[in-house]
């Protein structure tokens, strides 16, 4: 029987381990010595609630899936049917080339054709590598078209330490949030000062209920970096987002039944939602161009602390 989430491709530099998988080049699963740092889904089951999807070529929503762009219309498909936006870009739910691997090491590609809602012709790769600071996952695009193209960036995964996300230590090194309405379209960004959604110095998530773009990042030797803690083992994971990535999504997935607030999604993205629309942080690739974006996950392990 085939895996509907494609072929499992298996990464280890101890002490991690890895797997993707290639319907949507998806990190299904990320452990150090055997604890998992992500929350993924089982092997022999589809992704559910975007784990570990690649979103490109945009991250996060689209209000009504419609927007303009050189001077034309296009309406994407609704994709959040309650909502009535589209969803995480076009690639979540097609199969992957796998171009390179080793064993620590894969890189996958995608050719994406233009087609209804979206006319650029763009070359995709996703590359997951394992080193001694954990995953590097590094998302590429190059514009194959005649004409200039749209495009952001994202990653969706949800970082455990094993425990449920109210009894656990937050750092989110964000300035700033853009609060979003209750059909996820954001307004303009302002402060987190004197919110309950600053958390700059980390302190317990508590009963705090997140589903916000965060933007103007701390960052030290150019990473941005977020840590999830339990501060009974001290087991922690981290992810840390290149400059490419000007904004991180934080979901405490209070939506997701009796997996809620077991885990946090933490999403890179280059731009906020809807910037289809608003053209903040959009990207626009002319013929040729190319984009890259890197972020990283590791942890310490409770035997390792």
């Excluded at 690649?54 to 419609?66: F, Q």
């Excluded at 809602?117 to 394992?130: H, P, Q, R, S, V």
């Excluded at 190319?290 to 990283?296: E, F, P």
Aim: glycine share 10%.
């Amino acid at each position: 029987m085939r895996d509907p989430a494609g072929r499992s491709l298996l990464l280890e530099h101890p002490p991690y381990r890895a797997e993707v998988v290639t319907v949507g080049a998806t990190l299904r699963s990320l452990t150090r010595d055997g604890l998992d740092l992500v929350a993924g889904f089982p092997a022999g089951q589809r992704c559910t609630d975007y784990r570990g999807w690649v979103l490109v070529p945009w991250p996060n929503r689209i209000a009504d899936g419609r927007y303009h762009h050189g001077g034309a219309a296009y309406q994407l498909p609704i994709t959040e049917v309650a909502a009535h936006n589209a969803l995480h870009g076009l690639v979540g739910w097609m199969p992957w080339t796998v171009t390179e691997l080793d064993a620590r090491r894969v890189r996958l590609t995608l050719e994406l054709a233009p087609q209804d809602g979206y006319d650029g012709c763009l070359d995709l790769a996703a590359t997951y590598e394992l080193g001694d600071f954990g995953l590097s996952v590094t998302i590429e695009a190059t514009n194959r078209g005649a004409a200039p193209a749209p495009y952001a960036a994202g990653h969706h995964p949800y970082l455990t330490v094993g425990r449920r996300i109210d009894e656990c230590e937050l750092s989110l090194p964000a300035a700033a949030f853009a609060p979003m309405d209750e059909r996820g379209r954001p307004s303009a960004a302002r402060p987190v000062a004197d919110t309950e959604l600053d958390f700059r110095r980390s302190r317990l998530l508590g009963r705090t209920v997140i589903d916000q773009p965060f933007t103007d990042l701390e960052r030290r030797d150019g990473w941005a970096t977020v840590t999830l803690r339990d501060p009974g083992s001290d087991r922690a994971v981290r992810l840390q987002a290149d400059p490419s990535f000007g904004w991180l999504q934080v979901f405490t997935a209070d939506t997701h039944g009796d997996q809620a607030r077991a885990s946090l999604a933490v999403e890179p993205m280059t731009c906020p939602p809807d910037a289809f629309n608003s053209g903040t942080d959009l990207v626009v690739l002319a013929p040729g161009e190319a984009h890259r974006a890197v972020y990283r996950l590791g942890g310490v392990s409770a035997s390792a602390s």
